[in-house]
């Protein structure tokens, strides 16, 4: 008995070891209030997710080896003239007859680590077609709270890092719909139209970057400019 409990806690601790283990880092492009795209780090892949939620790319800490393409057009239009492999990597796509399925056409696999996407377009509308889960690593989207649509379709977590957005309060024009929160990382806007126009709707300050979670600047952020006028 003492033997099972044992081997169950060790089979437990191994699982919890390898969840942990499926996202190493999370870097994020900010510009503009926004999010941009995303960088998903595992041991073996680097995966591109954009803020609408597809996989734009991917890349491997080895990154050698022949490139091949699938070349059937009439028995596999949805991979036609798509990546197949890279090196020792395989990519794999969803095959459907129905144009209109959530996951027609797009990355099923890359290597061993299988891509799934939302499909319930009656119910998850604002989530449909886009990134379920890569691996084991679930994205969610916000949906629709209530009257007020700041978060509505963006996205709301990559596994446990949780994205939260300002939402509609008498003081925070100049936040309303710009990213909150990502994980641990906490963003602020300047909000004082009268004694800081110039200023007004930019970025005022960020805590909580880290090597592990960390948010980094593209250019937008250089030409951010507010056309809020106050009543």
């Not at 499909?119 to 449909?128: L, M, S």
């Not at 963003?187 to 009268?194: E, G, I, K, Q």
Request: with cysteine; hydrophobic share 30%.
């Amino acid at each position: 008995m003492k033997l099972k409990f044992v081997l169950c806690w060790s089979l437990l601790l191994t699982f919890i070891n390898i969840q942990a283990q499926q996202m190493q880092k999370v870097v994020a492009s900010f510009g503009g209030g926004s999010l941009g795209s995303i960088e998903i780090y595992t041991e073996e892949f680097v995966f591109f997710l954009t803020e609408n939620g597809s996989i734009s790319g991917f890349t491997t800490n080895n990154f050698n080896g022949s490139f091949d393409y699938y070349d059937n057009e009439h028995f596999e239009k949805e991979k036609y003239g798509k990546l197949k492999n890279c090196g020792d990597t395989k990519i794999e796509y969803w095959l459907t007859f129905n144009v209109n399925d959530a996951r027609y056409g797009k990355v099923k696999s890359i290597g061993k680590v299988t891509i799934d996407y939302w499909d319930n377009h009656n119910y998850e509308k604002e989530k449909f077609g886009r990134v379920k889960n890569i691996g084991t690593i679930p994205v969610d989207y916000w949906d629709r709270d209530g009257f007020d649509t700041a978060r509505y379709g963006k996205i709301k977590n990559i596994g446990n890092i949780f994205v939260d957005y300002w939402e509609n309060e008498p003081l925070n024009k100049a936040k309303y719909g710009k990213i909150k929160s990502f994980g641990p990382v906490k963003f602020d806007y300047w909000d004082n139209y009268y004694s800081d126009k110039e200023k007004f709707g930019k970025l005022k300050s960020v805590t909580g970057n880290s090597d592990k979670i960390q948010v980094k600047f593209n250019h937008l952020l250089f030409y951010q400019t507010s056309n809020y006028q106050p009543y």
